[in-house]
């Protein structure tokens, strides 16, 4: 565990601010559910919580389906970061953070799908070397939670509108898995 330097006191109401560096730097945005943890030390520990993470393993069954369906990289996120890939990237991929751009399609609540001609978005960090070829976002309840992902790196064909169909629908089955 890293030490910030940074204390704060608990209000009358039990309540503790989470300063603001420390919020953008994690991504925790207001409505953004929280674990709390706690250990015998007296530790309290604030981790964000993933409903897309509860699916995880399911979620990598439903990778290599896609994957072995398509050929594609497949792979499946929370708001924050890749839970599940199936395909050449998984070890570049699995577990790092999304990009920012992924992060603002997913919120956007829209389908993507890269065309032809235009620039690049990147799954993680530029250096992945992984782009977004399609991009569903997983709604649950009325709120976005993740996204299901065709991912290409440059050579591959993209996947046109069996892919967007694809990956509508396993976005579609996961959002109401986890209502379930």
Known sequence: MKATGIVRRIDDLGRVVIPKEIRRTMRI???DPLEIYTDKDGEVI??????VG??????????ETLYKTT????????RDSVIAVSGPAKRELLD??????????????????HKSGESTISVTDPT??????????IISEGDVSGCVVFAFDGSEAELGETGYKLAQTVAGFLGKQMES
């Open 128 to 137: 992945s070397g992984y782009f977004l070829s399609i991009a569903a976002p």
């Open 46 to 51: 604030f981790k964000k919580y993933s409903p």
């Open 54 to 63: 509860e699916l995880a393993s399911f979620a990598v069954h439903i990778c």
């Open 71 to 78: 050929g594609a990289t497949a792979l499946v996120c929370d």
């Open 96 to 113: 790092k953070r999304i990009s920012e751009s992924l992060e603002h399609i997913i919120e956007s609540r829209q389908i993507y799908q």
């Open 29 to 31: 945005r207001e409505g």
